[in-house]
């Protein structure tokens, strides 16, 4: 069965910070690893998607990196701000669906 | 540039109504396009995705049905809410299944 693991469930991290977020999943065949901030009430917005053959990926302070060996993948935020709190998704396409985690809810406080 | 729309945003419905919700892209053609399901606490489910009109796979079998009247609409749909329908709706597109997929704003659907 397509499972995707995302740690912690929740986060709480002082403004200026950095905190890195986890992902482990087992779905075969496997095509791309994404990642998604969902902002509460909202749809879910892009980050980084990566593919099997690509080890890491940066948009702006977002760093996603992958190891498609272990089946792990992580997200690095760097120099938290107020705007990142969110949850967010790692997701990963097989043959024809995605397969999402159930999310790490990220709180930045001042 | 591509954008995808998705209503109504909210929406209260009773035990028994019948609901129609509707997405239409623009920009692009021949897009695949999904219904996804998000309860709370939980990941998003996949409940029908569509590779062209009139082609629809459904995913999750329940008392919901998709349809794709046009290239770039798709439309789910039920002719009796249940309690447990309720929950965060969103729409997506994508080139390819293998391919970045764009989400619409979603619906919050409250079935009372």
């Known amino acids: 069965k397509n499972q995707v693991e995302q740690s912690p469930q929740s986060l709480i991290i ?12 087992t779905v075969s065949p496997f095509s791309n690893l994404r990642w998604y901030k969902q902002d509460t009430g909202r749809g879910p917005v892009s980050l980084t ?16 990196t992958l190891d498609a060996d272990t089946k792990q993948s992580s997200l ?24 999402f985690g159930k999310g790490t809810k990220l709180s930045v406080i001042p | 540039s591509q954008t995808i729309h998705q209503w109504p945003a909210t929406l209260v419905q009773p035990v028994g109504s019948p609901l129609s919700l509707e997405c239409t892209v ?3 053609s ?6 996804y399901r998000q309860a709370a606490g939980r ?6 995705y569509s590779v062209g009109i ?3 796979s459904s995913e999750v079998p329940q008392n919901l049905s998709a349809s794709r009247p046009q290239d770039r609409q798709f439309i789910l749909s039920s002719k009796k809410l249940l309690l447990s329908d309720s929950g965060f709706y969103l729409c997506a597109w994508s080139v390819r299944v293998d391919t970045e997929a764009f989400f619409g704003q979603g619906t919050r659907l409250t079935v009372v």
């Not at chain 1, 998607?49 to 990926?57: A, C, G, Q």
């Not at chain 1, 935020?77 to 669906?97: E, M």
């Not at chain 2, 021949?30 to 219904?35: D, E, G």
């Open chain 2, 43 to 48: 990941g998003l489910q996949l409940l029908f």
């Open chain 2, 26 to 28: 623009e920009g692009t």
């Open chain 2, 54 to 56: 009139g082609q629809i």
């Open chain 1, 14 to 25: 002082l403004e200026g910070k950095n905190c890195t977020l986890q992902c482990n999943y």
């Open chain 1, 76 to 99: 690095h935020i760097t120099a938290s701000q107020l705007s990142d709190s969110a949850s967010y998704i790692c997701v990963v396409g097989g043959s024809y669906q995605l397969t």
């Open chain 1, 49 to 64: 998607i990566m593919t099997f053959s690509e080890n890491t990926k940066s948009n702006g302070r977002y760093t996603a």
């Open chain 2, 30 to 35: 021949n897009p695949n396009l999904y219904w």
